[in-house]
């Protein structure tokens, strides 16, 4: 059974940083692209970073690019996300997802993800 646990999130001000994690298990964590998403209160689940199997690659979207790192050990089936230069338009609660292996590239939708966790929620104040 696939199970995703993300962990990390917390209260940060503004320019602060935090350091997600997302503990997999159930699979074989190293064969699968993995992702970041996270959802405000009354907004779309959106994506913030993906990265591929061997963590070589990665992706981004502007609103984080250069902020944020999105890292991987495979090693210890665990994914990261280094969050940095927080901001309260970064509150939300993430969440860690498996890529769909049907899905070549770099994807960014919902549907090209599965597998999810039960979310961190990280609280930027102003």
């Known amino acids: 059974q696939v199970q995703l646990e993300e962990s990390g999130g917390g209260l940060v001000q503004t320019g602060g940083s935090l350091r997600l994690s997302c503990a997999a298990s159930?699979?074989?964590?190293?064969?699968?692209?993995m992702g970041w998403f996270r959802q405000a209160p009354g907004k779309e689940r959106e994506f913030v970073a993906g990265?591929?199997?061997?963590?070589?690659?990665?992706y981004y979207p502007d609103s984080v690019k250069g902020r944020f790192t999105i890292s991987r050990d495979n090693a210890k089936n665990t994914l990261y996300l280094q969050m940095n230069s927080l901001k309260p338009e970064d509150t939300a609660a993430y969440y860690c997802?498996?890529?769909?292996?049907?899905?070549?590239?770099?994807?960014?939708?919902?549907?090209?993800?599965?597998?999810w966790g039960q979310g961190t929620q990280v609280t930027v104040s102003s």
């Open positions: 159930g699979y074989i964590f190293s064969n699968y692209g």
């Open positions: 997802a498996t890529r769909d292996p049907r899905f070549i590239g770099a994807p960014r939708s919902i549907p090209h993800f599965r597998d």
């Open positions: 990265i591929s199997e061997s963590g070589r690659a990665t």
